[in-house]
């Protein structure tokens, strides 16, 4: 835990601190490739739902007849993100998460289990455009993203015909949650959605305040700060709301001691789905590093690869 502030300075210094870094995010450049696990791919670009420049890698696997559209999480990029190394480390070492996280090993699991990948950096990550000032909106405006990846996908001549399904991690999640509200007819023909540690803004940031000794009253007046930053105060970052809207069949999966957030507020996304749309929940045990959670795929596929299969197959 770091030193709680002792003075009314320091303390309103540390608020404006924690609202501008949850205001914007720091880039993670994109350090590996497909081609380290001798796949074939495409360096691509598109437009965002609102014509914000996205890139991506498309890996074709012969034969296949879906695509797994991949997105990832706030500070990251499509490769993963480089914790081990600094400023990153830094950034992240009070939770645990000072250790790397390479995505490109999750590409080749599902291009081995036989889908193609379109994976892509959300907009003010990784490689993409700039957009909206390069605020981070808790998936908010990163829902635009998500609607540009299908489009895409629906674009290229290949993948004209073939089913889809999505992977969408922590930021990436809440956007897909948030765009599936906004604009669920783009939804329509997508098969099923792996939701990797979906997480609100309320309860980040009331974990970040323990963390420091700040008082959890301070949140009011933290939302207040980000609200002027943003334009969204914390609830509307929330993905339980939008989780209502989603009709497509659902697996949430989540580090249950995460540092980060609390149990509560992952099971309250999940039980906002409608009990009329499959869904499965699947906790992480034996950590408190959320990082473990975006790791869990490559060192424990089956259980998402069994869901994938059940409804693209």
Not at 79 to 106: C, I, K, M, Q, Y
Not at 160 to 179: E, P, Q, W
Request: hydrophobic fraction near 40%.
């Amino acid at each position: 835990m770091t030193t709680p502030p002792t003075t009314a300075d320091r303390l309103d210094e540390r608020l404006d601190a924690i609202a501008d870094g949850f205001s914007t995010s720091r880039r993670s450049p994109v350090l590996h490739t497909p081609a380290e696990h001798g796949l074939r791919f495409e360096d691509v670009t598109f437009p965002s739902e609102d014509g914000t420049p996205l890139e991506g890698w498309f890996v074709p696997a012969e034969g296949a007849d879906t695509v797994v559209i991949v997105n990832h999480p706030r500070w990251f990029s499509r490769s993963g993100l480089p914790s081990h190394l600094e400023p990153w480390r830094s950034a992240h070492a009070a939770t645990g998460n000072d250790v790397e996280v390479d995505f490109v090993p999750d590409i080749a699991i599902l291009h081995a289990a036989g889908y193609h990948v379109l994976a892509y950096d959300l907009r003010n990550f990784g490689l993409s455009g700039a957009a909206n000032g390069g605020l981070t909106t808790g998936g908010n405006f990163e829902s635009r993203d998500v609607i540009g990846s299908l489009r895409y996908a629906r674009s290229r001549p290949e993948l004209r015909d073939a089913k889809i399904a999505l992977f969408s991690r922590c930021l990436g999640a809440n956007a897909t949650l948030f765009a599936m509200e906004r604009a669920p007819r783009e939804f329509a023909d997508v098969r099923c959605l792996v939701a990797c540690q979906p997480l609100s803004a309320r309860m980040v940031l009331t974990r970040n305040l323990e963390r420091q000794g700040i008082p959890v009253e301070c949140l009011d007046e933290l939302d207040r700060r980000i609200r002027l930053r943003t334009g969204f105060d914390l609830d509307s970052m929330s993905p339980a709301r939008a989780a209502r809207s989603v009709r497509t069949p659902t697996l949430v999966y989540q580090v249950h001691d995460d540092l980060m957030t609390r149990p509560a507020d992952v099971q309250a996304v999940f039980d906002a789905i409608r009990d009329d749309v499959p869904k499965d929940l699947l906790w992480i045990h034996g950590t408190t590093r959320r990082w473990d959670g975006y790791l869990h795929f490559q060192r424990n596929p089956d259980r998402i690869l069994d869901w994938l299969a059940r409804h693209t197959r």
